[in-house]
């Protein structure tokens, strides 16, 4: 097998694995909220407080990758995510679900290191389709994931206070899946960090986020903040999007994880078989214009069918317009990225991606709540239409010599 492939394919199984644990527990979080006694707007920070986790420790991650390696930083993250999958099984009360969260979030600030391993292994006229790939697994684990909660879930009895075996019993797989795809990442993960030059000064994080801040039409930093506001459209949309498909059609514990699955294949199938396809036709940037497109017309189109089966079908916009824009948009910043700071940068991006991540939840269900449940959708649609505007003004990739086929 070719050693690229060999790397990459070895990387897709550690992250498709990962987010099946993830994917199990995600789904669950507003059903077991609501049964601990916590009121719908309680949800919002329950779901930030990851992105809090996520936001104090992607840019320090991806900086210890690029000086001590992707692999090890990758294992560590693993190990937090088995602790807190942990808590979660076990947890009694609002406060412990609180607690699962802050851990897990930490442990996810790795996404970037794992964007870092596809951009090292893979030239990069290959780049956007590898992160293609790389999100095609998470993709499938959480399409997986869901469907897995669902059925391991089971009602505790009218006597009996949360954790029942039953209602633990998602979390404790996804410990099992943890543990699993530790061993395989010991033994089958190799190192992908290219050697540097020791000597040679890099930025420190500070001085990248102040660069972004102030200077946010530059090269990289536009598209930094694609990415950010971008993220901050799709995550006011899954904040509600439970509540409002069991306030408006029904949809349960038992049956929320069909959704993901529908979600998780579509997004599958973009990423995994037409992504790459596209690039090759329109190049990266035309690609990722597209796809800030699609996401728009989906989050502003949620609210308006009155039956599911319509109510699918534009939701379906959704995961096709992520899959479009966020993996092309990742691999131009590895693009214009220095190689001695891709782990760093990639870092930053997921930082500023988490603050997105952290605002969205807090607003959405607040706003959901107390003015109105169409309201979170139209104000995400609109936010991506502003991503689409940015997307138009970034240069065509075709310009950048480094995409060329030589240059690969």
């Known amino acids: 097998m070719n050693p690229t492939v060999k790397r990459l394919s070895a990387l897709m ?29 309680m949800l919002g920070p329950l779901i930030a407080i990851f992105f809090i986790g996520q936001l104090a420790s992607a840019s320090l991650w991806g900086r210890f990758s690029d000086r001590y390696g992707r692999r090890a930083v990758i294992m560590v993250g693993l190990s937090i995510a088995g602790v807190a999958f942990t808590v979660f099984a076990f947890a009694t009360s609002y406060w412990w679900l609180f607690l699962s969260r802050l851990v897990q979030g ?11 391993y596809a951009a090292d292994v893979s030239a990069p006229r290959d780049r956007a389709r590898a992160l293609g790939w790389l999100s095609a697994s998470t993709s499938a684990g959480v399409m997986i994931g ?34 699993i795809n530790i061993t395989f990442a010991a033994r089958w993960l190799p190192e992908s960090k290219p050697k540097a030059d020791p000597h040679k000064e890099r930025r420190s994080i500070r001085g990248t986020v102040f660069d972004y801040l102030l200077h946010p039409f530059g090269d990289v930093a536009r598209l930094v903040w694609i990415y950010t506001v971008g993220m901050l459209g799709f995550m006011s949309m899954t904040a509600v999007l439970a509540f409002y498909l069991q ?10 994880g069909y959704f993901f699955v529908y979600f998780g294949a579509l997004s ?18 035309r690609v990722m214009r597209m796809g ?112 060329s086929p030589e240059a690969a």
């Open 106 to 116: 930490i442990g996810g600030g790795t996404t970037g290191v794992l964007q870092a």
């Open 146 to 179: 869901p469907a897995i909660a669902s059925l391991a879930f089971t009602e505790p009895g009218p006597a009996v206070a949360l954790p029942t075996f039953g209602t633990a019993l998602p979390g404790l797989i996804a410990v099992g899946f943890v543990l």
């Open 247 to 256: 306030d408006g059609f029904g949809v349960s514990e038992k049956t929320i």
């Open 292 to 403: 800030a497109v699609l996401l728009a017309l989906g989050l502003v189109t949620i609210p308006l069918p009155q039956n599911v089966i319509l109510l699918a079908g534009l939701m379906g916009l959704v995961p096709i317009g992520t899959a479009l824009l966020f993996p092309c948009e990742t691999a131009l910043v590895t693009h214009r990225a220095a190689e001695e700071e891709r782990g760093q940068i990639l870092g930053v991006q997921q930082a500023f991606g988490a603050v997105s991540r952290i605002i969205a939840p807090l607003w959405a269900t607040a706003a959901y709540q107390g003015v109105g449940q169409a309201v979170p959708f139209f104000f995400a649609g609109g936010v991506v239409g502003l991503v689409t505007i940015l997307a138009f003004r970034v240069p065509d990739d075709s310009r950048h010599p480094h995409l």
């Open 268 to 285: 599958l199938v973009m990423r995994a078989l037409v992504l790459g396809a596209m690039v090759d036709t329109f190049g990266e940037t």
């Open 13 to 41: 199984a550690t992250a498709f694995v990962n987010m099946i644990g993830f994917g199990m527990v995600l789904p669950l979080l507003p059903f077991y909220a609501r049964r601990l006694g916590a009121e719908d707007w």
